[in-house]
């Protein structure tokens, strides 16, 4: 391809609404241009990326034995309501109503649309195993759109579903899923760990998130891992505490003015005892119903955890009106006591099990209680944030965190999806069983960014050779010299015959400019023809280490060989 044609803008500045560097980059870099919120045209720099992501996808999908297929984008809210999930989706799922006034939405996922494809057609227990993937565009109204691809609305998913006969037949598909995952995405030349996680709106009871590790905050998900192998993301990870066990020591139970002391900092500070002395209410509405939860002072509160316990849908803090209004009690001094069962759900982490005479709101402006101690019969739930330095599960070392961008995810959804959609087979004894399913997601739109986000510097992305748009980028320094760009022209013959993928920049430009862009663009390898010719060399600059040698025109094909080829 010739530069002077490829239709690439490159901006000088940073767009001023981008916070992530993989955003910054892809727009100024001219791969991607906002339609709206969340919305993006992916121009041919960014097709071509996503077109090598998706074929190694593909290859290695088609070499575990997946099928790709098809499925509509557009889907009848029938199926939705089949399988429950018209009420429970939310918002992120975009409907609309057809001109016959047919409820419709546009596919934010689609294990609806695979269960009622695979019923009717897979009758058979001998039909089974089976797994079916395909690689199309998704629409999730997210609440905060952000950091361009990494969190679109509109966004390209390789999204695979296994229809199996027994549990551990799923269990043995799941593996080889985590393997294909793992194969993916080094040949994308990223490194990903695989965490446990919350299963969310999709469902089911196991379920691994693919991370690629960063340290900044486009990291969305925080993970705590061990040398151990232990690894999971925050609103699943569990920890054993470092002190199980704690003591107020105050003689008896009685009520103490606490003035101004709504957060626990300092109201320990008042009372001059540990925060874990404390036990903190944290008050919600969950689906606009009054919720509590009472957690060690230390500790916060999980709020997907939160979630599952009490099965909601939505959570949200309370606010300080609600709490008078509801509670009966007073903000910053709320406790589980003296509150109406019957309208106030109570749950208890397990943090607080191991308390002791410790420090209570009173429900009363300004005033504690303290020595207070457990009511007998409390049940315990995990609704807390593990924290870095809390022990390993397993292991019982110090957890550590990080942060990452979860571009995969595994799960086990049993018959979540079959049995309320009744689809069924018909297994050897001749009766009806619900499939038993998995569902496995890449991010391939999301899965581009994340590499940017690995690998870039100053002057622009730093692709890895698998995924690069073009391979080789060669510049003639003077495009008016004839030796020049004769030079470059044979070297971009002799390169494209070899099918290594090369741009010649043939535009009038300053050298400066065409290098500037060669580095914000990313391509691997760039070849200067230069003033240097005269003495039969170009030069040959390897973007990923800054690399440059000078080597004759074939030495330099050779060189791409080595570098490109094997
Ligand atoms: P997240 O927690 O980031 O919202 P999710 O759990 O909702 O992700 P899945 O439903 O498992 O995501 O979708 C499969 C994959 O699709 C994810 O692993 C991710 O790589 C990608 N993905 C999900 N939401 C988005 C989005 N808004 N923009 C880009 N990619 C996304
Ligand atoms: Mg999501």
Same mark, same amino acid.
């Given at each position: 391809?010739?530069?002077?044609?490829?239709?690439?803008?490159?901006?000088?500045?940073?767009?001023?609404?981008?916070?992530?560097?993989?955003?910054?980059?892809?727009?100024?870099?001219?791969?991607?241009?906002?339609?709206?919120?969340?919305?993006?045209?992916?121009?041919?720099?960014?097709?071509?990326?996503?077109?090598?992501?998706?074929? !190694?996808?593909?290859?290695?999908?088609?070499?575990?034995?997946?099928?790709?297929?098809?499925?509509?984008?557009?889907?009848?809210?029938?199926?939705?309501?089949?399988?429950?999930?018209?009420?429970?989706?939310?918002?992120?799922?975009?409907?609309?109503?057809?001109?016959?006034?047919? +409820?419709?939405?546009?596919?934010?996922?689609?294990?609806?649309?695979?269960?009622?494809?695979?019923?009717?057609?897979?009758?058979?227990?001998?039909?089974?195993?089976?797994?079916?993937?395909?690689?199309?565009?998704?629409?999730?109204?997210?609440?905060?759109?952000?950091?361009?691809?990494?969190?679109?609305?509109?966004?390209?998913?390789?999204?695979?579903?296994?229809?199996?006969?027994? +549990?551990?037949?799923?269990?043995?598909?799941?593996?080889?899923?985590?393997?294909?995952?793992?194969?993916?995405?080094?040949?994308?030349?990223?490194?990903?760990?695989? #965490?446990?996680?919350?299963?969310?709106?999709?469902?089911?009871?196991?379920?691994?998130?693919?991370?690629?590790?960063?340290?900044?905050?486009?990291?969305?998900?925080?993970?705590?891992?061990?040398?151990?192998?232990?690894?999971?993301?925050?609103?699943?990870? $569990?920890?054993?505490?470092?002190?199980?066990?704690?003591?107020?020591?105050?003689?008896?139970? &009685?009520?103490?003015?606490?003035?101004?002391? &709504?957060?626990?900092?300092?109201?320990?500070?008042?009372?001059? $005892?540990?925060?874990?002395?404390?036990?903190?209410?944290?008050?919600?509405?969950?689906?606009?119903?009054?919720?509590?939860?009472?957690?060690?002072?230390?500790?916060?509160?999980?709020?997907?955890?939160?979630?599952?316990?009490?099965?909601?849908?939505?959570?949200? *803090?309370?606010?300080?009106?609600?709490? !008078?209004?509801?509670?009966?009690?007073?903000?910053?001094?709320?406790?589980?006591?003296?509150?109406?069962?019957?309208?106030?759900?109570?749950?208890?982490?397990?943090?607080?099990?191991?308390?002791?005479?410790?420090?209570?709101?009173?429900?009363?402006?300004?005033?504690?209680?303290?020595?207070?101690?457990?009511?007998?019969? !409390?049940?315990?739930?995990?609704?807390?944030? #593990?924290?870095?330095?809390?022990?390993? *599960?397993?292991?019982?070392?110090?957890?550590?965190?990080?942060?990452?961008?979860?571009?995969?995810?595994?799960?086990?959804?049993?018959?979540?999806?079959?049995?309320?959609?009744?689809?069924?087979?018909?297994?050897?004894?001749?009766?009806?069983?619900?499939?038993?399913?998995?569902?496995?997601?890449?991010?391939?739109?999301?899965?581009?960014?994340?590499?940017?986000?690995?690998?870039?510097?100053?002057?622009?992305?730093?692709? *890895?050779?698998?995924?690069? *748009?073009?391979?080789?980028?060669?510049?003639?320094?003077?495009?008016?010299?004839?030796?020049?760009?004769?030079?470059?022209?044979?070297?971009?013959?002799?390169?494209?015959?070899?099918?290594?993928? #090369?741009?010649?920049?043939?535009?009038?430009?300053?050298?400066?400019?065409?290098?500037?862009?060669?580095?914000?663009?990313?391509?691997?390898?760039?070849?200067?023809?230069?003033?240097?010719?005269?003495?039969?060399?170009?030069?040959?600059?390897?973007?990923?280490?800054?690399?440059?040698?000078?080597?004759?025109?074939?030495?330099?094909?050779?060189?791409?060989?080595?570098?490109?080829?094997?």
């Amino acid at each position: 391809m010739k530069m002077s044609k490829l239709f690439v803008q490159t901006l000088r500045e940073y767009p001023n609404d981008a916070e992530a560097i993989s955003h910054k980059l892809l727009v100024r870099a001219g791969f991607i241009k906002k339609l709206a919120n969340g919305i993006y045209t992916y121009l041919p720099l960014a097709q071509r990326v996503l077109t090598k992501i998706s074929n !190694i996808v593909r290859e290695e999908m088609d070499a575990s034995g997946a099928q790709e297929l098809l499925m509509p984008f557009v889907q009848p809210a029938e199926i939705w309501q089949k399988s429950q999930r018209w009420q429970k989706y939310g918002k992120e799922l975009l409907r609309c109503e057809d001109r016959h006034g047919n +409820q419709m939405c546009l596919a934010p996922t689609h294990e609806e649309v695979i269960t009622s494809v695979v019923s009717g057609i897979a009758t058979s227990y001998k039909q089974l195993p089976l797994n079916l993937y395909q690689i199309q565009t998704k629409f999730r109204d997210e609440i905060r759109p952000r950091f361009g691809l990494l969190r679109g609305r509109e966004f390209i998913m390789k999204d695979a579903y296994s229809f199996h006969t027994s +549990q551990k037949d799923l269990e043995r598909e799941y593996e080889v899923m985590a393997q294909t995952y793992t194969n993916i995405f080094k040949r994308c030349g990223l490194e990903t760990k695989a #965490v446990q996680s919350d299963s969310g709106a999709i469902g089911g009871a196991v379920s691994h998130e693919y991370m690629v590790l960063v340290d900044t905050s486009v990291g969305e998900n925080d993970v705590f891992y061990c040398d151990c192998g232990y690894s999971a993301n925050s609103n699943h990870a $569990i920890s054993i505490l470092n002190k199980e066990e704690t003591n107020g020591n105050f003689k008896e139970e &009685k009520i103490v003015d606490t003035p101004n002391t &709504k957060t626990i900092e300092e109201l320990a500070k008042f009372l001059n $005892i540990e925060p874990d002395c404390i036990l903190k209410a944290v008050a919600y509405i969950a689906d606009s119903k009054p919720v509590i939860a009472m957690i060690r002072g230390d500790k916060e509160i999980e709020e997907t955890k939160l979630m599952n316990a009490l099965n909601a849908l939505e959570i949200r *803090p309370m606010e300080n009106d609600e709490v !008078i209004e509801y509670l009966n009690s007073y903000p910053g001094f709320i406790s589980h006591r003296d509150v109406d069962s019957s309208k106030v759900r109570v749950l208890f982490d397990n943090s607080a099990k191991g308390m002791k005479n410790f420090v209570l709101g009173a429900n009363i402006k300004d005033k504690h209680i303290t020595g207070a101690n457990l009511e007998k019969d !409390i049940e315990f739930v995990d609704i807390s944030l #593990v924290k870095e330095g809390e022990l390993c *599960p397993i292991c019982h070392k110090p957890l550590k965190k990080t942060k990452g961008i979860e571009v995969g995810n595994i799960f086990q959804l049993g018959t979540k999806y079959s049995s309320p959609m009744n689809a069924c087979y018909t297994d050897e004894q001749g009766q009806l069983k619900p499939y038993i399913m998995g569902c496995y997601g890449i991010g391939v739109s999301r899965t581009m960014a994340a590499a940017i986000e690995k690998y870039h510097d100053e002057h622009g992305i730093i692709w *890895p050779i698998a995924i690069a *748009p073009y391979h080789v980028d060669i510049v003639p320094v003077n495009c008016d010299d004839e030796e020049q760009m004769k030079i470059a022209s044979d070297l971009y013959d002799k390169l494209q015959k070899l099918n290594i993928e #090369v741009i010649l920049d043939d535009r009038k430009d300053r050298a400066g400019v065409k290098f500037k862009d060669a580095d914000l663009i990313g391509f691997p390898i760039r070849i200067t023809v230069g003033k240097t010719i005269s003495e039969g060399l170009v030069e040959f600059k390897i973007r990923k280490t800054g690399e440059v040698i000078k080597l004759s025109p074939d030495e330099a094909i050779e060189k791409c060989k080595e570098i490109l080829l094997n």
